[in-house]
């Protein structure tokens, strides 16, 4: 007989909401966003969270809250460019103290199960192909590579 091993718990155990996005929370999640994303500044940041809960095009705003605070925030929204029941994640982020603690991979399962019940029959997101963390997160929640793209840029 072998011992039983007793994985260590950490210390502080996160505790986290994830919930549907209201208007209210625009401003914060900017404000995270700007943390995260430091070329962005913060009315850039407004402006494009709040085109993606606009309600404009179909889709799902979530975010996962741990003690009032926002630690993370995922948008997606039907696309009917490419094909008829096919979602994109516009924005994702998390907070770096959250990371690594299982807040990514929820806000992907409950945005995945929210555009599925809206019809969608995939869902897509862009990643640099650089940003190994975000691939690897990416493929646990069981996106594949689908296509790369080239960024053009003129000034």
Known sequence: NSPSRIKKLPSELLVMKIRKMVSADLPALAKLNVEIFKDTDQKQALVSLAYSFSGKVPGACLVAEEKGKFIGAIFAEKKTTFHRDAAYISSFFVAQSARRKGVGQALFSACLLA?????????????????????????????????????????
């Open 115 to 155: 555009m599925k019940k809206k019809g969608m029959k995939s869902v897509s997101i862009t990643v640099e192909q650089r940003n190994k963390k975000a691939l690897s997160l990416y493929k646990k929640a069981g996106f594949k590579h689908f296509r790369s793209l080239l960024l053009l840029r003129r000034f």
